[in-house]
């Protein structure tokens, strides 16, 4: 039988970290590269993204800010990030030395973010984080790596302790309230996912109160036995392509997903230095 | 160098969870943090958008009339395959943060100079301006919340901008 501690020992748990956040880069920057908003002149065009850096205190900024970026030079950044995320998935795959296309993707992907600031939202920067994060594992080894992978788990149940905990104030998570009317938007639902929710109210408190208790909960995930570690983040990752499906979040399963390997890590570390607790 | 990374993960790390509280130094930090790494996880908390926002626009014309207000489709919602493939989210995301922005008591109270200087804002009126017929000289756009799949919830203005030139 396969040791899990071995499968996701420091090298295999970054090769995999690496891999998924290669895919999620590449698929955040096609995304933007065959989006039409990006052209001059529309939604995510150079013209109007660069009002964001007006107030920057940074004086570099402010005077790139005035540079103009051309159609040309935007569609290259996003064409650029594009196959430096799907490099970095190969790379993984085939174990080559991960320093220069991490590098790669890193600069490609903070020129992206740079290039287009508005509407980002959590996997977008919790993916740049990770890369960043896995670049600088590589400055020292198996040292190195282990905290890079310690410091994007530590990230990953920050992100979901933090949206679980803030969400226990509100009574809409609990009575479902919040769940079926954002279900009813056009933005996070669909006709026929609302028509249920709408035929059946009730199946809306469970929602809201299952995902509140999972959230708060999520700092276990480091504690519990490695199995069951597998299995709540193999439920986590049924969550999120349930959200991509119905509300289009469909970042979120990799930027997210790319996270899952360091907490399995974190678990079997944790684990080997407190045999005695379980 | 091991001394170095932990100072850098660990000091990340507690600006991080700094972060998640509303401090006054939390601005300072944001306006510095220009790539998004010390992110605030909100997750749809604590409350998540409930309503859509529809953008409608109207041009005024040399000829005179004004033409009717209509929806000029910035983000095409249907895509089955969103699943996978979702080019059209940044957009929409773009249209909720302005919703909530002009939503807010401060915003109607902003004068129109001080509206210009806001991304958001520039943004959208860079959107709607786009496409305009040849004979329009100035655009007006307005934010109508809904909730597209619950006809019982009533629909109403909230924001309705004044006539902008068109360059």
Redesign the interface.
Known sequence: MISLSRVFDVNNAFTYTMMIAGVAQA?IAA??L??P?LAA?????W???R????N???PP?RGFARLDIGDHASYAIAFCATLSGIALACFALLHIGPSLPLAITVFFG?AL??R???????A???L??TL??LL??T??GA??MS??L??IA??SV???F???I??C??R?WYDGS?VR???????????GV??VV?RFPVIAVPLGSALLVA?VLFPLIVLVPVQAALVILCLFLIFH?TL??IM????FVFAFGATYPALLFANVSIASYLPHVF | ??IA??F??GL??AL??IR?FRLPIMDWIT??D????V??????????????YKVMRRFSTDAGPRTKWHDPV??P?T?RW?????????????T??LGKLMGTAAFADWPVSMRL????Y???L??V??DAPREANAVQFGIIVH????PE?PSYPLFVSPFHDLA
Do not use: C
């Open positions: 698929i995304q933007l065959t989006s908003a002149g529309k939604f995510l065009g013209s109007t993204q009002t964001q850096y007006v920057s205190p940074f900024v903070a973010t740079f287009v600031p508005m509407g980002r939202n959590a977008d920067q919790l740049l984080i960043i994060a600088l594992g400055f020292d040292a190195g905290m890079a310690a410091f530590a990230q920050l992100a979901y933090t949206a679980g803030t969400k104030r509100h809409g919040f009317a954002l279900l009813m938007t056009e933005t996070f639902g669909q006709r609302s028509t709408k959230e392509l991509a499906a289009g979040l469909n970042t | 160098m091991f990374l932990s850098v993960f990340w790390f991080s969870v998640q306006r510095y220009i790539l998004g790494l992110p605030s996880w909100r997750l749809f908390a604590p409350r998540p958008m409930r309503v859509d910035i983000d919602h895509n969103r699943i996978i493939w979702n080019p059209h989210r940044r957009g929409r995301k773009i909720g943060e200087q806001h991304g958001l520039v943004a959208l860079s959107r301006s786009a909730r597209k799949f619950d919830y």
